[in-house]
């Protein structure tokens, strides 16, 4: 779940394992920065995640 709620906000998710040693996980997202004239308009790429998916990702029912 942590992939896809990385993925939905256009980032990306990664993990770099040793055996015996462990796993360390990345993750990388975007920053938007407001320049305090406007209000800003979503990114034109932005989608929106089905209502189901977002339901279990937020622990929904």
Not at 39 to 53: E, N, R, Y
Request: charged share 20%; aromatic share 10%; proline share 10%.
């Amino acid at each position: 779940m942590a992939k896809a709620l990385a993925l939905m906000q256009k980032g990306k998710l990664w993990v770099h394992s040793e055996e015996g040693k462990g796993a360390t996980f990345f993750f990388t997202l975007p920053v938007y920065v407001f320049s305090g004239e406007e209000t800003p308009a979503p990114p034109q790429s932005a989608q929106k995640a089905p209502p189901s998916l977002l339901k279990r990702l937020l622990g929904g029912s």
